[in-house]
């Protein structure tokens, strides 16, 4: 009888033993399976471009910096050069600024797959260009100085040789992007117009123009210098063309000094 406490006290010494090894396995298990089964992290969604809003509020009359912006009549409009998000076609990084002779569209690359499409009017014959620069400098509501050239060949316009004040009637709009190329002006602008029906037709010197509550919206958009690619389609062939060689007609005497060079 005096050997049954001890029998008792070792079995209950290698129960505790046995339970407490049991329960260790268990938490290694346990560990494990936790890590294994942990979700992955959450990717964060693409950004998504805010909405732009309807056509007659976009293109309604304003005043912008002290000059009244008549409406567009967009009932008169063709719907395709609205501007408008669509997905991008052009496969560029967000930032770069594609323009689609082809189409007289001008893309404005953004995250998220997609492009903010702008309807332009481009050169008329002999005028035409394609290539590749750099928006290096902009201006809202330019002074506009026809250059030497232009008034020899109309006289008319001597009158303006120290500069047209800007306006909505101004040749160059509400807002110009320059366009540089290594490092000097091409004579290339994106500009403002208030010939609101030339959008869609080779109409310019060479320059692109837009109404001029698209190149507002633009310039808002264009912080720092842009790539700009001027292709005659957005085809693959279009892509790799050669560079035109022609230049523009200057469709003014150059950059203005009080002009902001982006960096």
């Known amino acids: ?6 029998f008792s006290e070792r079995l209950n010494r290698r129960s505790f033993l046995g339970a407490s090894a049991l329960s260790a396995a268990s938490v290694v298990v346990s560990a494990c ?46 719907p395709k050069f609205v501007r408008q998000i ?11 600024i594609v323009v689609d002779v082809a189409e007289h569209f001008l ?31 902009r201006k809202k509501w330019p002074v506009w100085t026809p250059p030497p050239e232009m008034i020899q060949r109309r006289p008319e316009l001597a009158k303006f040789k120290d500069g047209m004040p800007p306006g909505p009637q101004s040749p160059l709009g509400a807002r110009a992007l320059y366009l540089f190329r290594d490092g000097k002006d091409t004579m ?5 117009t208030p010939e609101w029906d030339s959008i869609g037709k080779n109409a310019s010197s060479g ?11 633009l310039y808002s958009r264009v912080n720092g210098p842009a790539q700009v690619f001027v292709r ?28 902001e060079f982006l960096k």
């Not at 009888?1 to 001890?6: E, K, N, V």
Request: glycine share 10%; with cysteine; net charge negative.
């Open 1 to 6: 009888m005096s050997d049954i406490p001890l």
């Open 33 to 78: 399976t936790t890590t294994d089964m942990a979700p992955p992290p959450p990717v964060a969604p693409a950004p998504s471009e805010p909405a732009l809003g309807d056509a007659a509020t976009m293109y309604a009359a304003r005043t912008d910096e002290g000059y009244q912006l008549p409406a567009i009549p967009v009932a008169k409009l063709d």
């Open 86 to 96: 669509v997905a991008d076609p052009t496969g560029e990084k967000p930032g770069t």
């Open 107 to 137: 893309y404005l690359v953004r995250d998220g797959g997609k492009a903010i499409r702008y309807g332009v009017s481009l050169g008329k014959a002999g005028f035409g260009w394609t290539g590749s620069a750099v928006v290096q400098a």
């Open 188 to 192: 290339y602008r994106l500009h403002g």
């Open 207 to 217: 320059c692109v123009r837009f109404m001029n509550q698209d190149i507002i919206d």
């Open 232 to 259: 005659p389609n957005l085809s693959a062939a279009g892509k790799i063309m050669a560079v035109s060689s022609r230049t523009a007609e200057p469709i003014d005497a150059g950059v203005p000094k009080d002009a």
